[in-house]
């Protein structure tokens, strides 16, 4: 144990003193993207150190703190854009729900002291969108399915789940009251499938793929409702097809390691997935009424998240190996344009006594960290007004860039405790992958 933790602290050491340093006591990384349903141009990132935003499809990206989400801070979060631009973030105690500027930020009333697992949009309905959480009773795992239709207020949909955690959710383009959810049991050591036919109302247990502990919905076919692509990170790391609504299931990539990145084409044709090892597209072709899928690219690019849309592929990637933090490809993933460093990042402008005023008082050291700029305005904003606005700290003085943001040497310290607690909520399971959707 000792030796452990002595190698992790002479790792975190080494590389806060590098050019690459660790933020919020992990390295800073991208772990999810989502795009704006209704603009987009509008583009939210998760990071290790908070969420990133676009308005203008990359070219400006501005920071919102993880403090300005929530006072105790978050930890790979799910996000998603919902109804008016509003992005929503599930937390360990509820729901954050976000202006479309990222500056105000509110818990919707609904979800109040749930976990909140996963989040999943509508494609065909931006107003929809649905939450998977966990609620305790009497100690005991159980399943709540909650929805909104303008993304601020969020009520339960039927009965809790028991005996059930709750571990990703997904929606079938095709059947929009078609609902599919991942879980395991409430011990933690069986995973299964819930399928709803009624938005979340009602739900048939089906099993997983065998073998499969943990199941990880990545996405539903857009013109199938039937045809859904789970991953598994327990044991092996598997993706795997069922093309009858998830009575049955088909092994069709198996990796060495965890595929932290997935996404479907628009057309449902094409399958992006990776990790570590770099990311291969996989074609579906139809032989006899069956899908068969064969690999059709491969590139070593290191990925940690993917996102498909019609304006291309998305990827989150390390800075160090691949040049960006976030690029993007339209040539079937063969090549990537950076779209995101984050040196480029600037602290978000809002008015003065909004949530995000918090997020003063430590860019500087944030941006110290990430090589950014320590600037107290930015035009990260989604009106042109935004440009002239400042950054307020909580006594309404300016900026506050050099008020209580740690030092490099402070954030060394830090370290030590970071290397003790460092590690991907590894107690919860969920975390294993990143989801469908970009995650």
Known sequence: MRRTLRCALITYVLTAASSRAIANGRYPAAGQL???????????????????????????WSWICEQAVSPDGFQDPEIIVTTGGRTAVGLADGLAVGDRDGCDWTRAPGLQNTAVIDLVE????????????????????????????????????????????????????SRPERLYLGADDGNLENGFMAVSDDSGMTWNIRPAPAGVDGVYVSAVDPKEADRVY?????????????????????LIDDSPVPLTGFALSPDGQQIAVGGSGGLEILTRSTTGGDST???????????????????????????????????????GARTFSPLLHFADLRLLSCNGGSSATTCSTVWCATATIIAASCAATTDGGSDAEDDTRRVFDSAGTGCACDEGGQSPSTF????????????RRASRRRDAPCSGRGR
């Open 230 to 250: 789970v991953r598994s990170f327990s044991p092996g790391h598997g993706l795997y097809v069922s093309e009858d609504g998830a009575r049955t299931w088909t």
């Open 412 to 423: 060394l310290v830090s370290i030590a405790v970071a290397a003790v607690t460092f590690r």
């Open 122 to 173: 509508s494609r065909v309905d931006s107003r929809v969108a649905y939450a998977a959480s966990v609620v305790q009773v009497n100690g005991a795992f159980n399943g709540l399915v909650a929805g909104t239709t303008d993304g601020v207020s969020w009520a339960t949909k039927g009965a809790l789940i028991p005996d059930t955690y709750p571990l990703t959710i997904e929606t079938a383009p």
């Open 293 to 331: 899928f064969s690999v059709t690219m491969t590139n070593p690019l290191p990925v940690s998240c993917l996102t498909w849309t019609l304006d291309g592929l998305f990827a989150c990637a390390d800075e160090t190996s691949a040049g960006f933090s976030v690029g993007v490809s339209t040539d």
């Open 34 to 60: 989502v795009i704006d349903p209704a603009d987009a141009a509008h583009i939210v990132v998760r990071t290790t150190f908070g969420l990133l935003q676009t308005f203008d499809s990359g070219a400006t």
